[in-house]
Nanobody, 128 residues
């Protein structure tokens, strides 16, 4: 059983920064693509960023490019999302998710339905 535990959310002012962490346990970490999604009240869950753990291939939604950076520490089974220059539109519950890769398949998954495991979420609130 795979478990994902997020941490690092909080309240920041516009222009501030936060670093989210996602710790994974239960299976071999590097066999996954790990992603970050977010969901604001009344909105659908949306893709933010993802990384293919075995290859380091990354992807970002356009609204966070240049501000957010995804990284991973395979030795410690942890993924990170560094979020800089935050604005109120970034406020949401952020979820960590894992997709089990097929051998040799390094495509990035960007829809929630493609992910097999989810964390409980961490709240990010950006005040204006």
């Amino acid at each position: 059983q795979v478990q994902l535990i997020e941490s690092g959310g909080g309240l920041v002012q516009t222009g501030g920064a936060l670093r989210l962490s996602c710790a994974q346990s239960g299976r071999t970490f590097s066999t996954y693509t790990m992603g970050w999604f977010r969901q604001a009240p009344g909105k659908e869950r949306e893709f933010v960023s993802a990384v293919v753990l075995s290859a380091g291939i990354t992807s970002y939604t356009s609204s966070v490019k240049g501000r957010f950076a995804i990284s991973r520490d395979n030795a410690n089974n942890t993924m990170y999302l560094q979020m800089n220059n935050l604005n109120p539109e970034d406020s949401a519950v952020y979820y960590c998710a894992a997709h089990t890769n097929s051998p040799g398949n390094w495509a990035i998954q960007t829809t929630p339905a493609e992910y097999d495991y989810w964390g409980q979420g961490t709240q990010v609130t950006v005040s204006s």
